[in-house]
């Protein structure tokens, strides 16, 4: 399976940020939308940062309460994995593991166009395991 499968069963706008707002109203826009991660675009609507649960939760440990009303861009992850709708499952399972994140933007032409997270990710894969599992049994039962 590949992302574009994903991206297709999700139907939904991608949740940005302005890199000026405040991380407390970034941390409310996560509450209120059930998200983990919010994406930050650039003012050529390129993805410069993303910022999720964790970065939040970092920079309060580090900082304190003051830092919720420092803007996105001072706690933003900068260095931001992107991958494109024809890469596979298998291929985002490891990126994610191997990089210690949850959230990757799909990024077409150089924009944003969608974001996968690990839990898409997982369903996906169940979703395809169950499916070969089903076909399995089929044959096995018609044979």
Same mark, same amino acid.
């Given at each position: ?19 000026? =707002? ?31 649960? !964790? ?39 490891? !990126?994610?593991?191997?990089? !210690? ?31 070969? =599992? ?8 018609? =044979?």
């Amino acid at each position: 399976m590949i992302v574009k499968n994903i991206l297709a069963a999700k139907q939904g706008d991608v949740v940005t940020i302005e890199p000026t =707002a405040n991380l407390a109203a970034a941390a409310k826009l996560l509450t209120e939308r059930h998200i983990g991660a919010v994406v930050i675009l650039g003012t050529d609507h390129r993805v410069i940062g993303i910022l999720s649960e !964790r970065d939040i939760v970092r920079a309060l440990a580090e900082h304190g309460p003051p830092v919720l009303s420092e803007p996105v861009s001072q706690v933003m992850s900068r260095d931001v994995q992107a991958c494109s709708e024809d890469d596979t499952i298998g291929d985002l399972m490891s !990126r994610m593991t191997i990089g !210690r994140f949850r959230h990757l933007p799909v990024v077409q032409q150089g924009k944003l166009i969608g974001i996968v997270s690990i839990g898409d990710v997982v369903k996906s894969r169940v979703e395809e395991i169950d499916q070969e =599992a089903k076909t399995l049994r089929e044959y096995i039962q018609n =044979a």
